[in-house]
């Protein structure tokens, strides 16, 4: 059995659907349901059992749920906004802490959700095999911080080449909808558009970038199960890795990309970025994905454009967008 922590959030419930179509069903799906509507990303899929988070680890811990196969464990609040940094560190760092415990010394596979968001500004750069310089990196807001937190304490523990860390880039897909203001562009903008015809975009708060020219490495969800799968059944991966397409895009090739899946013309209007977000803002990010070379028949990626347009045509105009 394997075990699927925040299966019923939006990147744990596609790889999901990734293991049903893989035939696997034998899965112990974990996670917080909450006020929000992500229980509905778990109908349709095939799962042994469910339990709420804190249940599921006081049982795991207690020896109680039998044979496990290995832990995949993508729970936590992603918010970038959050500012209670005690809530963070419990959820993000010590829970994740005592899964790992469990994991090394049960000598189960263990893959967990590290971040993009532990680069910071992105000066000490976006290579993650580069293990001294996690001492160096300086996360912009608190979830990056929480995220960080236990990047390190794998490192002290000299623990990081015995699972897969993975820093997951700027995801975008089918099966975010709950996640509100934390929804990708793709998702806010085909609102947007729906409403008013135009996309809004942050202006630029630096000289050497234009408006709407920030860059993000943006990747498809259903690309990043396929890695994710990938971590959970190849053993020549290890360690820290990045999880993006590898190539740094603009916030206006997206918006042009979402506005021709959707069949119109491109309008884009640049408003005031909040104040709170200024200081903290990454203006390009682009993760450095040599480590999949080591992986045989690895396939590409699809591009921005096929990506936005499968997610658009294929999920956000239908009446069920979920996978």
Known sequence: MWILTGGAGFIGSVLLWKLN???????????????SDKWK????????????????????????????????????CSSTTETDAAFLIR????YTKRLARWALAKKKRFVYASSAATYGDGKQGYRSDKQNLLLQLKP???YGFS??????????????DKMIGIKFFNIYGPNEYHKGEMRSLVAKAFS?????????????????????????????????????????????????INLGSGAARTWNDLAKAIFAAMGKAPRIEYIDMPEILREKYQYRTQADMSWRAKLKNAPPFRTLEEGVRDYVQGHLMKEDPYL
Not at 91 to 94: R, V
Not at 224 to 231: G, P
């Open 21 to 35: 179509d893989q035939g696997v069903d034998d899965i112990l799906v974990a996670d917080r349901l909450d006020h």
């Open 41 to 76: 990303n778990l109908r349709g899929r095939r799962f042994s059992d469910y339990l709420e988070a804190d249940d599921f680890l006081e049982q795991l811990e207690a020896g109680r749920l039998g044979k496990v196969d290995g832990i995949v464990h993508l729970g936590a």
């Open 91 to 94: 959820n993000n760092f010590e």
């Open 140 to 142: 912009l807001n608190g």
């Open 147 to 160: 995220k960080h937190l236990f990047d390190l304490w794998a490192w002290r523990h000299q623990a990081l």
């Open 192 to 240: 947007q558009i729906q409403a008013d015809g135009k996309i809004r975009l942050f202006r630029s708060y630096r000289s050497d970038y234009s408006d709407g020219e920030q860059q993000r490495d943006f990747l498809y969800v259903k690309d990043a199960v396929d890695v994710v799968y990938d971590c959970m059944t190849k053993p020549a991966v290890k360690g820290l």
